[in-house]
């Protein structure tokens, strides 16, 4: 079975353009989030999908970030426009029911985000 | 405002010997912990975790304990390895909603010297 996979695994972008990032969550998983963790910091909680509805977004920084998850199967995170503080590490996570524990969330490799 | 903290950034064993990683958390909501680890280039990986209605949970070499009152966790890998060199992330969930969405620590980066 694949596990999570995210696309690209390292993007370099400058400050003001747009960078789109893409999760596929492992095949019938329900719950999709998004984690970003920023240079030294700890991993922080973004947002998280039930199929294609947004269950909680209180973790997206500002509304320069986009999430979408189309269908229900794989997600976008769009930055726009990027400023530098965005750059960091972004993973992504799924889980197979609704009421899945914890420790069920199975972690993608993450994409490096440089914004310079 | 930091919920779950790792006070030390990293921590170095012999291999053979135990290590001992700590963990503080803040919020009293918490009621279910778990543990990570992450190697360079990957995502992290689950490895133990902890209901708050337990204070030790065991898995091979690796045990977690829980003291709700100090609202402090542990885990600790015997014997150690070279292996197990990795940062290790102490994250934590409230299971509101259902969401159960994890807070994390900032890792405590762990080098089992052979």
């Known amino acids: 079975e694949a596990g999570v996979t995210q696309f690209p695994s390292h993007s370099v972008i400058e400050k003001g353009q747009t960078v789109t990032l893409r999760c596929d969550p492992i095949?019938?998983?329900?719950?999709l989030y998004w984690y970003r963790r920023v240079m030294g910091k700890e991993i922080k909680f973004l947002l998280h999908?039930?199929?294609?509805?947004?269950?909680?977004e209180s973790g997206m920084p500002n509304n320069r970030f986009l999430a979408e998850r189309t269908g229900g199967t794989y997600s976008t995170l769009k930055v726009q426009p990027a400023e530098l503080e965005d750059s960091g590490v972004y993973f992504c996570?799924?889980?197979?029911?609704?009421?899945?524990?914890?420790?069920?969330?199975?972690f993608g490799p993450g994409t490096r985000l440089t914004v310079t | 405002d930091q919920q779950v903290k790792q006070n030390s950034p990293s921590l170095s064993v012999q291999e053979g010997r135990i290590s001992i990683l700590n963990c503080d958390y803040t919020?009293?909501?918490?009621?279910?912990f778990l543990w990570y680890k992450k190697y360079p280039a990957e995502g992290p990986t689950f490895l133990i975790s902890?209901?708050?209605?337990?204070d030790k949970n065991e898995d091979g070499r690796f045990t977690v304990f829980l003291n709700k009152s100090a609202k402090h966790l542990s885990l600790h890998i015997v014997p150690s390895q070279p292996g197990d060199s990795a940062v290790y992330f102490c994250?934590?969930?409230?299971?509101?909603?259902?969401?159960?969405?994890?807070?994390f620590g900032k890792g405590t980066l762990l080098t089992v010297n052979p």
């Open positions: 996570a799924s889980s197979q029911e609704r009421l899945a524990l914890p420790y069920e969330q199975y």
């Open positions: 095949s019938g998983h329900d719950n």
């Open positions: 999908f039930v199929k294609e509805s947004k269950q909680d």
């Open positions: 919020n009293s909501m918490f009621d279910y």
């Open positions: 902890i209901s708050s209605i337990k």
């Open positions: 994250a934590a969930s409230d299971g509101g909603g259902s969401n159960y969405k994890l807070t």
